[in-house]
T-cell receptor, first 116, second 113 residues
């Protein structure tokens, strides 16, 4: 179990630029989640995938945000035309399919995005 | 609206004592509740899950209770150690189903040697 890995760990960019983050989940996990976390808050749900299918998107996810999981393995989260308010920690998590009872989520250590 | 409340003030306790953290929720009856630990600059780490038909769950020095009448979960760390210092988050499925959870804001625990 190599854990969930996220890349990059830190990203600093100017307002208006596009950024892309990558998440590699635990290999046998078919469910993948993206969250955003700001200081003093808990993680806020953005979207999740079951294999390659994106099953739900939060209303927090504006049109500038897009996520993909093309082969049901790694995932990318892209933010276009970044704004100051996008500065946050972006967390990825993966889990097995819930079935009758929920499976815990395994988190990566996040990508910290700073918008100048 | 559905809401999760955790004490936003930090909890400071003496080493060796029992730490008790609270998670309250409103306007929903979740099928389960989870507790996670988060260290600065790291992602949350799953600790325990308790289901609605379970009153109490234990794991080593950790104990979680779930009172669906009070809409409250208590998280206890017995014989606390400085290494237990972290932020503790509760999470529950507010929107129905088992597919995703909503996290509380977390409570920061500081164990003083």
């Amino acid at each position: 179990d190599t854990g969930v890995s996220q890349d990059p760990r830190h990203k600093i960019t100017k307002r208006g630029q596009n950024v892309t983050f990558r998440c590699d989940p635990i290999s046998e996990h078919n469910r993948l989640y993206w969250y955003r976390q700001t200081l003093g808050q808990g993680p806020e749900f953005l979207t999740y995938f079951q294999n390659e299918a994106q099953l739900e998107k939060s209303r927090l996810l504006s049109d500038r945000f897009s996520a993909e999981r093309p082969k049901g393995s790694f995932s990318t989260l892209e933010i276009q035309r970044t704004e100051q308010g996008d500065s946050a920690m972006y967390l990825c998590a993966s889990s097995l399919t819930a079935g009758a009872s929920n499976q815990p989520q395994h988190f990566g250590d996040g990508t910290r995005l700073s918008i100048l | 609206s559905q809401k999760i409340e955790q004490n936003s003030e930090a909890l400071n306790i003496q080493e060796g004592k029992t730490a008790t953290l609270t998670c309250n929720y409103t306007n929903y009856s979740p099928a389960y509740l989870q507790w996670y630990r988060q260290d600065p600059g790291r992602g949350p780490v799953f600790l325990l899950l308790i289901r609605e038909n379970e009153k109490e769950k234990r794991k080593e020095r950790l104990k979680v209770t779930f009172d669906t009448t009070l809409k409250q979960s208590l998280f206890h760390i017995t014989a606390s150690q400085p290494a237990d210092s972290a932020t503790y988050l509760c999470a529950l499925p507010l929107s129905g189903g088992y597919q995703k959870v909503t996290f509380g804001t977390g409570t920061k625990l500081q164990v003083i040697p």
